[in-house]
């Protein structure tokens, strides 16, 4: 196992999750759209890019939110308004992307988000649990050593 900081472990995580998650869904895009790999890789990086700077800006603005409430605790209620939000944010990101892009209607763009979508719930699934046996976090190091 690798130990790293924090924040070295955000960036890894970040940068290894969307390096596989274009190339994944230049391939998942392709299908769809019968497009070839050329086409589809553009779009793939542009919704990654997307997905980046959502990221950033909606998990602030949700913590933001939290603290102002004084959420104490991420109950299912409020981890299932996160999810939400979340992806449906990021759903009117990319369906225009997809419809300008691929010169298609609002419902092919959204079959494609939602294919993308189930996919990204899997493979976030078992990124994470890979990634988490192979980085771990200093204190998370130090228990395992100490059992």
């Known amino acids: ?24 869904s230049t391939l998942v895009l392709m299908l769809l759209s ?9 779009i793939a990086t542009m919704v990654s890019l997307a997905a980046v700077i ?19 605790q991420r109950t299912l209620l409020v981890r299932s308004a996160h999810a939400i939000g979340f ?4 759903v009117l990101i990319c369906l225009p992307l997809y419809m300008i892009w691929y010169d298609v209607g609002v419902i092919k763009a959204f079959i494609m988000e939602a ?6 719930l ?12 192979i980085f771990t976090l200093p204190h998370q190091h130090k228990s395992a050593s100490a059992s």
């Open 1 to 24: 196992m690798i130990t790293l900081s924090p924040l070295k472990r955000r960036i890894v995580y970040v940068t290894v999750f969307e390096i596989i998650a274009i190339i994944s």
């Open 54 to 72: 959502w990221n950033f800006i909606y998990n602030t603005a949700f913590e933001s939110w939290e603290r102002r409430q004084q959420v104490t």
């Open 34 to 42: 019968n497009s070839s790999a050329a086409e589809s890789l553009p």
């Open 115 to 120: 294919a993308l979508l189930l996919f990204f």
């Open 122 to 133: 899997v493979y976030t699934f078992f990124f994470t649990l890979g990634f988490d046996k």
């Open 87 to 90: 992806e449906g944010g990021l």
